[in-house]
């Protein structure tokens, strides 16, 4: 996974700038042309220490966390090692 450069942007906002769009595009988030469209947003949320999550939004959805994929595969690892530890794994119901 590369690293990206944290850049200050204004008085109270910091930003990370992608240097290559190829996930953007790929993710339908880059218009025909290659650009954002306008009024593109992206909601971040700090799910801890140095640890963040960035949601874009499609057609006005933003997608919770059970949606996303990597943090399904996180659940399922945490799920699996709690099971096969001799761990009890906790019940839905």
């Not at 240097?19 to 595009?25: A, H, I, K, T, V």
């Not at 640890?51 to 943090?71: F, S």
Request: proline letters at 6%; glycine letters at 10%; hydrophobic letters at 30%.
């Amino acid at each position: 996974m590369p690293h990206r450069q944290l850049r200050k942007i204004g008085t109270d906002s910091v930003g990370i700038v992608l240097e290559r769009s190829d996930f953007l595009e790929r993710d339908g988030i880059l218009d025909d042309e290659g650009d954002l469209p306008e009024n593109t947003t992206a909601f971040t949320e700090r799910l801890g220490e140095r640890t963040y999550l960035v949601r874009v939004p499609e057609d006005g959805h933003v997608p919770e966390l059970h949606e996303c994929a990597p943090i399904r595969r996180v659940a399922g690892q945490l799920y699996l090692e709690n099971t096969t530890s001799g761990g009890e794994a906790p019940r839905a119901d």
